[in-house]
């Protein structure tokens, strides 16, 4: 079928796509953390006893610190993602575990600032080596499983062991709003190198937070919304809309994080409030130069040509979307 289908979707059929994922992948998501713990453990790194929790209660962000024994290192495991943002639809795909670097970190700065106006340091720790450190142990514990890819390591799963996505980086600190000199005032992400030398910085615990907070203020709506229009995606996918291609799982929840709380919360019918969705954007897609990712801080569109990719996905959106009276 070509792009001139559209599909007519009953209540039932979108309350099973709002709907989240079972305890079964809060477990997942926890053995995925134990994964990875155990590799470190191999690097001399310790738990010190302490037990995997969630950063927050209602969602599946699951973390924990390690130091090495001099306590000149210490790393912090944690959930990110999908999975940690409870936004997940489709049960095979892996967890993403961010494995960060906390004792190094790489700085922006303003013109004519550098590190010596705040004292620091110059590390010998650097994310490459750190990555093939976290290689090397995955290696040694998991064997053929462990693939090393551009920007993670995989750990391929099994019948009794997930599939897990380990991210190794260093905390970025962006001084750029400090006037004071002061070290401790700074925007704080992550830093990940790839083996492609590109460098990536990522905001996954404001995500995690900013999701948290659109959650509540939508009675629960925007992440059944999100869901929907992540499973929207996978069908108009199978209907050979090409625009399904240029737009990512975290960008489309990205799209709706933007738009008014009280679009989501208009309707209570499922079928309803998509349709308020789909129609919003439709109407609003001069906004989309306006938006931010999910995390508040990077522009979801940092490109006309990205513009323009979630121009043609929302207008096939609108088209392709019918609700069953």
């Known amino acids: 079928m070509g792009v001139e289908t559209k599909m007519k979707f009953t209540e039932d059929r979108l309350k099973l796509f709002a709907a989240p994922l079972s305890e079964t992948e809060d477990q997942k998501c926890k053995n995925a953390i134990g994964m990875v713990r155990d590799a470190l453990k191999d690097l001399g790194f310790s738990d010190e006893g302490k037990s995997i929790e969630k950063m927050y209660l209602d969602t599946y962000s699951y ?8 306590g000149s290192r210490k790393v912090k495991l944690f959930v990110k993602g999908s999975y940690a943002n409870n936004t997940n639809v489709r049960t095979e795909s892996d967890v993403d575990i961010a494995a960060v670097l906390e004792t190094t970190f790489k700085a922006k700065y303003r013109p004519t600032i550098s590190d010596s106006t705040y004292g620091f340091i110059d590390s010998t720790d650097n994310v490459l080596t750190f990555k093939d450190e976290v290689e090397i142990a995955l290696r040694n514990k998991f064997g053929s499983d462990v693939e090393r890819k551009n920007k993670s390591i995989k750990i391929h799963g099994n019948t009794y062991r997930v599939d897990a996505d380990s991210v190794p980086c260093m905390r970025h600190r962006d001084y750029s709003n400090d006037y004071s000199s002061n070290p401790d005032n700074y925007l704080g992400g992550i830093f990940i190198r790839s083996d492609d030398g590109q460098t990536i910085i990522n905001y996954p615990e404001q995500h995690i937070r900013n999701g948290r907070e659109k959650n509540k203020q939508t009675k629960t709506y925007y992440k059944k919304m999100v869901r929907i229009v992540k499973k929207m995606r996978y069908i108009m996918q199978d209907e050979r809309y090409e625009s399904t291609n240029n737009v990512s799982s975290f960008g489309l929840e990205s799209l709706l994080w933007n738009l008014p709380d009280d679009i989501f ?9 998509f349709g308020e969705i789909t129609n919003y954007l439709h109407r609003n897609v001069g906004m989309l130069a306006y938006y931010k990712e999910a995390n508040g801080i990077k522009p979801l569109c940092s490109s006309s040509a990205e513009i323009e990719n979630y121009k043609r996905f929302i207008n096939d959106l609108f088209y392709f979307y019918e609700y069953d009276i």
Do not use: D, F, Q, V
């Open 63 to 70: 973390s924990l610190e390690m130091r090495n024994a001099t």
């Open 265 to 273: 919360t208009k309707y209570s019918i499922y079928r309803y409030a």
